[in-house]
């Protein structure tokens, strides 16, 4: 059996994650063999700790915030493709050598003498409302009609990982992992329109013409 171990901070807050590349091989090579991961958290005495006592969500947490898998591989003709390798539909790709990560969420940082819990909530992306007055544009004066448009628009966080039915680029996607390394250097990706509908719009040409487009 493959162990893994990574030594995180007690205020910590965020994603960690863990090479499982070996273990990933096994159960390729030999399926009967996936029993799945078993986590074990201890203190720096060496303590056993329970995960929900130090903040980590589980399966049962909140949706966006439950442990996955993912898998980074390169096709053997240099052509990039996607693959899922979680319960949860989610997808990327790497130019980089094969290797699989499995991710978990912390909550809320842990105070060994306090037992301190720090919790938070993001807004996720949504569409919001937007009217577009064209008076307020300067635009009443050749537009005759309408008075102006509902534009929308999109904000909030996009949440990792990337669900599939969220259609995110392989921009969006290495957009998230970056911000995850490291948040200072870009910002979380957010939804943006796949579709537009056009509007009929009446106004003056620029010989004072009416038309109607």
């Not at 929900?52 to 949706?63: I, W």
Request: proline fraction near 6%.
């Amino acid at each position: 059996e493959s162990e893994v171990n990574v030594t995180i901070s007690s205020s910590f807050t965020g994603w960690f994650g863990l090479n499982v590349t070996r273990a990933a091989e096994l159960w390729t090579n030999f399926p009967e063999t996936n029993l799945g991961l078993f986590m074990k958290i201890k203190d720096q005495n060496g303590k056993n700790i329970e995960p929900k006592h130090v903040g980590l969500v589980t399966r049962k947490g909140p949706t966006d915030k439950q442990p996955f898998m993912v898998g980074y591989f390169k096709m053997s003709n240099e052509v990039h493709s996607r693959r899922t390798r979680s319960t949860r539909s989610y997808q990327a790709v790497s130019d980089s050598s094969d290797n699989e990560i499995a991710y978990a969420y912390s909550d809320a940082p842990y105070n060994a003498y306090s037992n301190s819990y720090l919790r938070f909530r993001n807004l996720p992306c949504k569409i919001h409302s937007l009217y577009v007055s064209f008076r307020d544009l300067g635009w009443q004066d050749w537009i005759i009609a309408p008075d102006g448009y509902s534009a929308f628009y999109c904000h909030g966080e996009c949440s990792f990982p990337l669900a599939a039915n969220m259609n995110a680029t392989n921009h969006a996607i290495v957009q998230t992992l970056v911000h995850l390394m490291d948040p200072s250097l870009v910002p979380q990706p957010c939804c943006a329109p796949t579709k537009l509908s056009a509007i009929s719009v009446l106004y003056f040409d620029t010989n004072s013409n009416v038309v109607l487009k």
